[in-house]
């Protein structure tokens, strides 16, 4: 899921850039799904980062996964009416319906729901990893499939080559996102970004460097150095940090082979002393993840998942293990240039695509 270790140019966070369903929680609740459409939570961490099946210490009570038990809920101002979509930058085709569109150099998938040419939707952003492609990413969050009938557009870029590049593509993808958003009347409280590996690294370096445009944002896998190639996401010290609150779900596998969870510790624990947030609370774990719940005083919060799950794929010679999706129907190489499978060997206990779009659901900008 990455380049080799060939020195991508990075971005600074603070600087400005131009189906079946698997592993549901007990207790989420998927929506309704059918045969053939682009066809969607739980997950909590162990405060020590050492044990995805320890609990925390804050909280000796596991609370109900609020945010993934109903996929309906917290819609908040997505479904008002909206005037007709406009012509905005690349976005030309104002019709419904999935579509590849070509925007200064790159392509992105674009899925828009037949409801958000009358009604007012939200926006997802869902970032592949090195190697990968929309398609792929697409294969194992099925965002394209889950999300617009929640009233969600969903944007999923393709980077050349399947390999980003912080400095010349960060901003092609801001550009894209701002077009869609202008296009088609998106709700500016539910525009969200996610992505794993690579794509988790540019969703970081775009909740530091665009915090205002996010009402929530949920990377995976992406945190510090990585092994094999060099990445730059964002440290929340200093000036390499948000320019102020939003809601952050993320996921790490403490046996990642690319990225350490050591990494991930200290990401965690630098975003609970930027945001001086409370000590956690425990919001579930089953003793293959934890999920804990980190809140400021205005109420904002940072869920961090960490889990045990592993794949067998190997990358550049190097098992990737933990760095995989869970609950993720990818077990076979399928799509054109598909290096390997991204999905989490079965059973798990959840699905990030279910995981993440409930998330946000839950957590639009206030």
Known sequence: ?????????????????????????????????????????????????????????????????????????????????????????????????????SCQGITHNLTVPASCLTQTCGLIVDVHGGTMSADMEDKNTQLAEIAPAKGFIVVQPNANNGLWDATTDDPLVYAFIENVRDAFHVDAHHIHMTGISQGGYMSWRFACAHTDLFGSVAPAAAA??????????????????????????????????????????????????????????????????TRTRYKTASGRVFEFIQHNYITASMFAGVAIKGHCFPGSPDQSVTL??????????????????????????????P
């Open 1 to 101: 899921m990455f380049a080799p270790l060939v020195g991508l140019a990075p971005l600074a966070c603070g600087a400005s850039a131009p189906a079946a369903t698997v592993g549901v929680h007990p207790g989420a609740d998927a929506g309704s799904t059918s045969a053939g459409s682009r066809d969607a939570s739980m997950a909590g961490n162990d405060p020590s980062g050492t044990d995805a099946g320890d609990g925390a210490a804050a909280s000796e009570d596991v609370e109900a996964p609020a945010d993934a038990a109903n996929l309906n809920a917290a819609e908040g101002t997505l479904w008002s009416p909206a005037p007709p979509p406009v012509e905005a930058g690349c976005v030309t085709d104002l019709t419904a319906g999935h579509r590849v569109v």
């Open 224 to 289: 510090g150095p990585a092994n094999i190639s060099i990445e730059t996401g964002c440290t929340f010290t200093g000036t390499d940090a948000p320019t102020g609150e939003l809601d952050i779900l993320y996921m790490h596998g403490t046996q990642d082979g690319l990225v350490n969870f050591p990494n991930a510790i200290t990401l965690r624990d630098a975003v609970i002393a930027f945001y001086k947030m409370d000590a956690g609370t425990l919001v579930t774990s089953d003793g293959t993840f």
């Open 336 to 365: 054109p240039n598909q290096l390997m499978s991204f999905g989490c060997d079965p059973p798990d206990s959840f699905t990030w695509g279910q995981e993440v779009l409930a998330f946000f659901l839950a957590h639009p900008k």
